[in-house]
């Protein structure tokens, strides 16, 4: 048998070899790639009903409650209105188209707190300069005969009246004016049993 001369024999198969390799390096980075394409097709994109859904819960979350309060009296434009949740008495009134010329100012400074948060439902009046002169002889009246007004009294007089406290006292001079000492009964807090025990200490 001839000696094989294996350097001739690596001589002449350099170039094939060279090849071959770089057919496998080439072969593995194909699959390389698919095998990263294959990842990703797990990779899904919302449809566009999907975000629409989406869309629909964040806004919710996001959306503020509304709140109907009736103001009356000196302002511009008075009536039922819609505000957000979480307005003062005074935001009111600016939305209300601000006090009149015949507003009582004295009264509003003394007897209404505008930084108060409105209450759904609420009833709100503004009372004319005419009317503030009546209440203030009516409480002269009143304070004559030891009751108390349920129109024209402080907070510490409101608060002073059996079973009342400040808190209620505050409800009480917001839901003025009063056209009869039971329509005190509508004030939250404010039962037939309270008022029963101060029926007679009041007056309007």
Not at 45 to 66: C, R, S, V, Y
Not at 80 to 98: K, M, T
Not at 186 to 191: A, F, K, T, W
């Amino acid at each position: 048998m001839e000696n094989i001369d294996i350097q001739n024999l690596l001589e002449r198969f350099k170039i094939p070899i060279a090849l071959i390799l770089s057919i496998c390096a080439v072969i593995c980075g194909v699959l390389f790639f698919q095998k990263n394409q294959k990842g990703e097709e797990d990779i899904r994109l919302l449809t566009g009903e999907e975000i629409e859904q989406i869309k629909g819960i964040n806004q919710a979350g996001l959306e503020e409650k509304k709140l109907v309060v009736d103001i009356e009296g000196q302002v511009a434009n008075p009536g039922v209105i819609e505000v957000d949740e979480g307005v003062s008495l005074l935001e009111v009134i600016e939305l209300a188209g601000g006090f009149t010329e015949k507003a009582d100012m004295y009264y509003i400074q003394k007897q209404m707190n505008l930084a108060k948060l409105v209450e759904d439902r609420e009833k709100i009046y503004i009372p004319s300069i005419e009317e503030g002169q009546d209440t203030e002889g009516t409480s002269a009246a009143g304070s004559q005969t030891g009751l108390v007004n349920l129109n024209t009294a402080t907070l510490e007089q409101l608060d002073g009246l059996s079973g009342i406290g400040p808190s209620t006292a505050q409800k009480i001079i917001d839901a003025r004016p009063f056209g009869a000492i039971e329509e005190i009964m509508d004030v939250s807090g404010i039962g037939e049993s309270t008022f029963e025990k101060i029926k007679n200490e009041i007056t309007i």
